[in-house]
């Protein structure tokens, strides 16, 4: 047994280094920013925050800072940017 949870403790480590095993589909976290706090999520249909901004545009510097954040572990499609707004306008 001993051995055992070695072996998983060691496999541990070693997937922990190789960030692309981990794909995130879904997270609630909540963003610090100047004004207060915001409630983020990430769900099937993509990103919401409770903002004002993002209830308008769909995205927000909120979701945008922790698409950056979790890069490595979100497909492309969770990664909505503020700027590209400017396309849309
Ligand atoms: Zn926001």
């Excluded at 055992?4 to 794909?23: F, G, M, N, S, W």
């Excluded at 976290?29 to 207060?36: D, I, L, M, R, S």
């Amino acid at each position: 047994m001993q051995s055992t949870i070695v072996t998983k403790a060691e496999k541990a480590h070693r997937y922990a280094q190789e960030p692309d095993r981990l794909r995130i589909s879904g997270i609630e976290a909540t963003f610090e920013a100047g004004g207060g706090q915001h409630v983020l999520r990430l769900g099937e249909t993509g990103w919401t925050c409770d903002c004002e901004f993002a209830m308008q545009h769909h995205v927000c510097p909120h979701i945008e800072a922790a698409s950056r954040l979790l890069d490595k572990h979100l497909a492309e499609s969770a990664k909505p940017r503020v700027v590209d707004l400017l396309a849309g306008s």
